[in-house]
């Protein structure tokens, strides 16, 4: 059961540059996310998607748009990089009420 | 005032020790209530959760929760190496948003 695979693993980007971040779960859960993970910051929501076809903003979506792509596949997108997104970022998925399930993370640098 | 509040440590402690990692919280609407481990480099990993007042046994890991006093916390017995990682505390707000603390990193040392 391979739970939250998120691709890739590691990126280096130039300032400007764009790329998508892929996310799928195996789990036939309704809810996604993406969350970027700072230093002394904690875990900061981007967006979420509550069921297939709809999707929200969170705390920190400026310079990020998403597609829920189906019920399994929930893409992030950075149209043009910039140095302070360089973070770690998280997708998870969720059934109510049972807390989320996490990927393994995507570490992006942004130069 | 953040809603979440977690003192982010770093705490160590020696092995077999008792590990007592706490919260406070804000908001009287917060329903169930989180507790996630994080190894270095991994996502998050549900722990427990529990939804009322009192505690919660599994194993080595005790949570408690105090809703008068909006206090959380998770008691860890006998503490053992691999037990070192970072802690966050979590809530269910409504539907299905959780509000994360910021973790706090514990260590325990052989």
């Known amino acids: 059961n391979a739970g939250v695979t998120q691709t890739p693993k590691f990126q280096v980007l130039k300032t400007g540059q764009s790329m998508t971040l892929q996310c799928a779960q195996d789990?036939?859960?309704?809810?996604m996310y993406w969350y970027r993970q700072d230093p002394g910051m904690g875990l900061r929501l981007i967006y979420y998607s509550a069921s297939e076809g709809t999707t929200d903003k969170g705390e920190v979506p400026n310079g990020y748009n998403v597609s829920r792509l189906n019920k399994r596949e929930f893409s992030l997108r950075l149209e043009s990089a910039a140095p302070s997104q360089t973070s770690v970022y998280f997708c998870?998925?969720?059934?109510?009420?049972?807390?989320?399930?996490f990927g393994s993370g995507t570490r992006l640098t942004v130069v | 005032q953040k809603e979440v509040e977690q003192d982010p440590g770093p705490l160590s402690v020696p092995e077999g020790a008792i590990v007592s990692l706490n919260c406070t919280y804000s908001?009287?609407?917060?329903?169930?209530f989180m507790w996630y481990r994080q190894y270095s480099r991994k996502g998050p990993e549900l722990l427990m959760y529990t939804y009322s007042s009192g505690n919660k046994e599994d194993g080595r890991f005790t949570a408690q929760v105090d809703k008068s006093s909006k206090y959380i916390s998770l008691f860890i017995r006998d503490s053992q190496p691999s037990d070192s990682a970072t802690y966050l505390c979590?809530?269910?707000?409504?539907?299905?948003?959780?509000?994360f603390g910021k973790g706090t990193r514990l260590h325990i040392l052989p």
């Open positions: 979590a809530m269910l707000w409504r539907d299905d948003k959780i509000i």
């Open positions: 789990m036939n859960h309704n809810s």
């Open positions: 908001n009287s609407a917060f329903q169930y």
């Open positions: 998870a998925s969720s059934r109510q009420f049972y807390g989320y399930t």
